[in-house]
């Protein structure tokens, strides 16, 4: 098995939003044995599917014995898959410092977590992986076909309001590279929430703010959004910030706090500036 293209997204499968369900998820990446699985083959960095063996100690080479084939990723629980990044697998890049962009997927969760919007699935940092240490993020199962642009298109109020809020997100961890495709859709029970992926080019002290979430410029920033942000700005100065720090560099921090102000100031959201505003691909 070692293409584990987007094609390959496995069934849809409850999420488990809340506090508690993400404690248990990191307490799991953190220290489940893994296992690769396969290689997103369209991503410009080394990003690797992988089992966590703490429920289901069988490797694949025994899965493959009993099944009388090679498995292929419809066969394995989406519970106990999850997202690697190792820093080795990291391309340079000129306007971020190397080996860092592992880090800035932790700290994109960290900063969703704080706002209690949920956006980010957890991740943290495994510093014993197959290839050494990296980013882990829970395995999101969603139908690919739904991205950014369908959930626009589909103009579900909750959705609408989940996609606000994703708008606020990337406008304060600057994020440089907002595809459609990285915004996912799971559902649970019925009830569809968006889930964000790819935060590796973001927090930079230099505007770098790309992104396809333009639609939502002039609307009005809902007030419940902006009370989080506002108790988001309070904790930047206590634990949170502190924990950022061992993340990002003090510089990045303070900019997060600086356009975390600055979101809490606008009336309505933004609209496309710059040389460079949009991704590509779009998808």
């Known amino acids: 098995m ?20 993400g404690r248990d998820a990191a307490t799991r990446l953190h220290t489940a044995p893994i296992e690769v699985v396969g290689r997103f083959a369209d991503a410009s960095n080394a990003t690797l599917l992988v089992r966590l063996m703490d429920r289901d100690e069988r490797s694949l080479g025994q899965l493959a014995s009993e099944l009388g084939r090679e498995p292929s990723v419809e066969d394995l629980d989406p519970a106990d898959l999850a997202v690697y990044k190792p820093q080795r697998g990291e391309a340079p890049l000129w306007d971020f410092p190397s080996g860092t962009l592992h880090r800035r997927e932790i700290a994109a969760h960290e900063v969703s977590a704080a ?9 943290v940092m495994r510093a014993e992986g197959p290839f050494g240490v990296g ?19 589909e103009g579900d109020p ?28 799971a559902e649970d029970d019925g009830r569809g929430r968006i889930q964000l992926v790819d935060h590796g080019v973001s927090f930079n002290v230099a505007r770098k703010l790309r992104t396809v979430g333009w639609d939502f410029a002039g609307d009005a920033v809902p007030l419940d959004l902006r009370a989080d942000l506002d108790a988001f700005r309070a904790e930047l100065a206590g634990e949170l910030g502190a924990r950022l720090t061992m993340l990002l560099s003090e510089p990045e921090v303070e900019v ?10 606008a009336d309505v959201l933004p609209g496309p500036t710059g040389n460079y505003p ?5 998808l």
């Open 2 to 21: 070692t293409d584990a293209s987007a094609e390959h997204a496995g069934n849809p499968g409850p999420e488990r939003p809340g506090v508690e369900a």
């Open 135 to 153: 980013s882990l993020q829970r395995f999101v199962p969603h139908d690919p076909s739904r991205h950014y642009f369908s959930l626009v298109e």
């Open 278 to 282: 949009y991704p590509w691909p779009l």
């Open 256 to 265: 997060l706090v600086a356009r975390t102000v600055r979101a809490l100031e």
């Open 158 to 185: 909750g959705v609408r309001h989940q996609l606000i809020a994703m708008v606020l997100f990337d406008l304060v961890i600057d994020n440089a590279d907002r595809k459609g495709g990285h915004v996912l859709f």
């Open 115 to 123: 706002l209690g919007w949920d956006l980010v699935p957890t991740t």
